[in-house]
Nanobody, 127 residues
């Protein structure tokens, strides 16, 4: 079965960096677009970043643009989220998700269009 396992979360101070990883198994990873989402207590799940299966299309939420970088390694079936200059408002559970693309370079920011989800990893940023 498909499994997405996130890691790398933790408690950091404002201005610090973290690198989240998501290891995928049970799917042909190179066929999937990948996304990162986050959910803070009492808030809806929100889009953070996404990358196409072919690496060459990337989207970021405005709130993380310039601070976060999404990347993937198809040979390792992994997707990463490098988070720099973290802010307290970045505190949330971070989820990776896999999406069957509708075509080459397809990616989406809509969570309901993702087919598989990980269990999440907690990121807490103290001020």
């Amino acid at each position: 079965q498909v499994q997405l396992v996130e890691s790398g979360g933790g408690l950091v101070q404002a201005g610090d960096s973290l690198r989240l990883s998501c290891a995928a198994s049970g799917l042909t990873f190179s066929n999937y677009a990948m996304g990162w989402f986050r959910q803070a207590p009492g808030r809806e799940r929100e889009f953070v970043a996404a990358i196409s299966s072919t690496y060459d299309k990337i989207y970021y939420a405005d709130s993380v643009k310039g601070r976060f970088t999404i990347s993937r390694d198809n040979a390792k079936s992994a997707v990463y989220l490098q988070m720099n200059s973290l802010k307290p408002e970045d505190s949330a559970v971070y989820y990776c998700a896999a999406n069957v693309p509708k075509g080459p370079n397809y990616i989406t920011t809509v969570s309901s269009r993702y087919d598989y989800w990980g269990q999440g990893t907690q990121v807490t940023v103290s001020s």
